[in-house]
Every structure is written in C-alpha cells, then in structure tokens.
Antibody, heavy 119, light 108 residues
C-alpha cells in the first residue's frame, strides 16, 4: 500500500521556522519527483515547490523562494520542507505529493499537515 | 505562468444526474491536464490524467475530454459520494505547476 505519512507543522510566530517531513512507503521513492502543495483555509490548491527524483534540482513558487528549502533523503525515503521567515500568509494545510518523472500528475498525496503562523 | 480557470464555481446537481465541469488553460497544454477530487478534511485524489485517462480504481462514471486549452470532466450519473470540490491541474509547463480555482459540486 502506498503511503505518504506527514509530520511536523503546528504553530509558529511570524518570522519563525518550522520543518515538515513526509515519509514514503509502498513505491520506489527515488523514481519520483516530490512536491509540496498548500491550501490556505477555505481556499484552493497552491503549488509550493518540487524536488527532482535525485534531489539535485529544486524549484519554488515565487511566494516562498528564498524562505523555504526542500530536500530529500532517498536512503530513508523521506522528504523535508524547511520553512524559515514564516508569514501569516503561509498559514495553510501543507501536502506532500509524488509525481512520476516526466509529464505526469501527482499520483500520491500525503494526509496533510496544518501550519499556523500567528503571534 | 499558465493560468487555469474553471467554471462554474459551484454546480448544484441531484443524484443520478449528469455533471459537466469545465477547465480552460491560458495557452495550449496539449493533453497534460489532470483532474482531482477533494472532500472536506481530505487530501486531493487523482481522478483523470492525460486529459482523459482514468487513474487507478476510479469509477467509469468519471470521464475527461479535451486538448489544447479547453477541457471537460463529466460525471455521468452523480452518486452521493461525488459531492466534493474538483480541481484541474496543468503539468505541461512548469514551474510553476498550476491548479484551477476549483468547482464545488453540491446537492441541488
């Protein structure tokens, strides 16, 4: 059974930091590019970042570039999102999502983890 | 950046009726279009990819069509479990991968 089990998140103050994790099982993690997608309360889906299957390439949405850093450990089948300089507008549920290499959509999604940025 | 739009924002349908949802891309994305279903408190679920290919275990009442800039998701006979928000997503030109704003399908 495919699973993306997320952890981390919670409450942070503006300017603070949080680290999200996403542990994969049931598929060959190193064959998939991984993404983070977020959803602000009552809003739609917003793509945040992607990391290549090897981990050598990352891209970020303009809204988080320079503040968020994505990484992966293929030996441990785990994905990370380090979030620094958090702002109120970063408040959202964050999902990790797996995408086959090439022109493919997001096959698998994590359960989501809430992040709240508030003083 | 490719901008995705969806219509209508809300679609009110009775069980057993046909539901037709539309998605438009700001420029051609060939067939690199996916549809996701999201229920409250749940992660999105992949329904359709490559514009018309059903994902694993997706019922045959869900079908997708279109190419280029205009796409349609059809639910042939709506079931009660199909009330949800539906998002389209382009994965032709990225970053960024972009989603439409969603269509909420609710009970008439």
């Amino acid at each position: 059974e495919v699973q993306l089990l997320q952890s981390g998140g919670g409450l942070a103050q503006p300017g603070g930091s949080l680290r999200l994790s996403c542990a994969a099982s049931g598929f060959i993690f190193s064959d998939y590019a991984m993404n983070w997608v977020r959803q602000a309360p009552g809003k739609g889906l917003e793509w945040v970042s992607v990391i290549s299957a090897s981990g050598g390439t990352t891209y970020y949405a303009d809204s988080v570039r320079g503040r968020f850093t994505m990484s992966r450990d293929n030996a441990k089948n785990t994905l990370f999102l380090q979030m620094n300089g958090l702002r109120a507008e970063d408040t959202a549920v964050y999902y990790c999502a797996a995408k086959r290499v090439g022109d493919y959509p997001f096959d698998y999604w994590g359960q989501g983890t809430p992040v709240t940025v508030s003083s | 950046e490719i901008v995705m739009t969806q219509s209508p924002a809300t679609l009110s349908v009775s069980p057993g009726e046909r539901a037709t949802l539309s998605c438009r891309a700001s420029r051609s994305i060939s067939s690199n279009l996916a549809w996701y279903q999201q229920k409250p408190g749940q992660a999105p679920r992949l329904l359709i990819y490559a514009a018309s290919t059903r994902a694993t275990d997706i019922p045959a009442r869900f079908s997708g069509s279109g190419s280029g800039t205009d796409f349609t998701l059809t639910i042939s006979s709506l079931q009660s479990e199909d009330f949800a928000v539906y998002y389209c997503q382009q994965y032709k030109s990225w970053p960024p991968i972009t989603f439409g704003p969603g269509t909420k399908v609710d009970a008439k």
